[in-house]
């Protein structure tokens, strides 16, 4: 971890920039995989999950019958922990159901929105080494609440062919009508183009390493809609004295154990602080089974002492963070001032994951500084509003002729014509 005391302005691009990698042959190699997916469907994805994921599959749908084993693999306090999460990832989505409201804009003129769920979406759920079965919760939950009407889910599977059996328990109680056995980009692919098997989609969601973010953004070029653009995974922790060291350590390390591209950053005003969590992350890391990678991630990270907690925030809202953890006495007052962030946590109890599993809040957010101008997903994600509007004849009379005019102005005879034709025919009555 890199220790930064008092920063001047100038410097926080420096401070912001996430770990950079070259993914230009990465690029080049998604363009093929893809390439094939379009053009040889089934085969192409089987010789992929043969290749990647080591799996001779028969099939790719996965059958109930391994459903049901999938079930009954899983413990019953695993089961009873995925139910508690649905709940409240439920309850916490239900809340935000649109309702349009018609408006009179001009006498004459009403005007309304109606919000209509995508009819077919896919999830991808990453399965490898943290298979990421709170993810398929996630992302489900809230497009069944929509009212998606095809939901499908593509997962690795393992050298057996078969797939973790918590991501399909997660999968039946959240609600998703098939999934599939395919990995990395040939899923990416297979979900945007369509094979003999998989049902091509309308929006693709879901998180993956660097092949799978860059499969996405290829993809949404000309077929498919992505729910956001993504990188590695992030956390930011503002604490200042009144914080508790050995919280905000294990906070750090929870984020830093995802992959070794993950990156968290310490924003304190206190230098004794900023020292107390260092040696506890020292002491925690030790202990870790992920120890490797958390350790890697922690060499992309920033611990930075600010002068006060203004600089302190105003820091955090430059570096846009995916999860904010306000770690300080006074977090009220501090949260108002957010602006730039995908989630954020309150207080010392609210760690980042309780939002990542069971708290109701949705974990799939904006990464990658990402957080200035994207939300995470959310109901919204699943809908499109469409657009309404009815006019009488006084709306014509109360309009039309600063329509005409302004078309005319652009130039666009057609359109002028449309409402012109409309206003003499009022007249004439």
Known sequence: MKIIKFPVRNTWDEIVKRPHLDVSKLNATVECILKDIRENGDEAVKNYEKKFDHADLDQLEVTEAEKKEA??????????????????????????????????????????????????????????????????????????????????????????????????????????????????????????????????????????????MAAKQQVSLHDVAIDMPAGPSEVCVIADQYSNPIFVAADLLSQAEHGIDSQVMLITNSERMLEDIRKEIVVQLDRLPRKAIAAQALDNSNFILVKDLDE?????????????????????????KVVNAGSVF??????????????????????????????????????????????DQQGIENIGNAVVCMAENEQLEAHANAMRLRLKSIKRK
């Open 71 to 212: 079930w009954n693999a899983c413990s019953k306090t695993l089961l009873e922990s995925l139910q508690l999460a649905h709940h409240n990832i439920a309850k916490f989505h239900e809340a935000q159901k649109f309702t349009g409201k018609k408006i009179e804009t001009a006498k004459g003129v009403t005007c309304w929105q109606k919000s209509v769920p995508i009819e077919k979406v896919g999830l991808y759920i990453p399965g490898g080494t943290a298979p990421l079965f709170s993810t398929v919760l996630m992302l489900a939950t809230p497009a069944v609440i929509a009212g998606c009407k095809e939901i499908i889910l593509c997962t690795p599977p393992d050298k057996t062919g078969k797939v973790n059996p918590a991501i399909l328990a997660a999968a039946q109680i959240a609600g998703v009508s098939r999934v599939f056995k395919a990995g990395g980009v040939q899923a990416i692919g297979a979900m945007a183009y369509g094979t003999e098997s998989i049902p091509k989609i309308y929006k693709l969601f879901g998180p993956g390493n660097q092949y799978v």
């Open 312 to 336: 302190a925030i105003d820091l955090s809202n430059y570096y846009a963070p995916e999860h904010l953890i306000l770690a300080v006495k006074d977090y009220e007052s501090l949260a108002q």
């Open 346 to 391: 309150l207080g010392s109890y609210a760690c980042e994951s309780a939002g990542d599993y069971a708290s109701g809040t949705n974990h799939t957010l904006p990464t990658h500084r990402y957080a200035l101008a994207y939300n995470g997903v959310n109901l919204d994600s699943y809908n499109r509003k469409i657009t309404f509007q009815y006019l």
